[in-house]
């Protein structure tokens, strides 16, 4: 996951025309790996939580 992340870092052209939209892919691919990681989290626990 982050391998691959450092990756597409490393292979994108900084120029200043494509960091917004950079940026904006950075912050995208960040709130989608925490809001799974963070319902999966949420899920486990409660499932556990109300099956145990």
Known sequence: MILAFLIQ?????KT????AAFLH??????????SVVFGE?????YWGFYHS
């Open 9 to 13: 870092l490393s292979n994108h052209k």
């Open 16 to 19: 200043p025309q494509s960091s």
């Open 25 to 34: 892919f950075i912050y995208d691919v960040v709130l989608k790996r925490l």
């Open 41 to 45: 989290f949420l899920y486990r626990y």
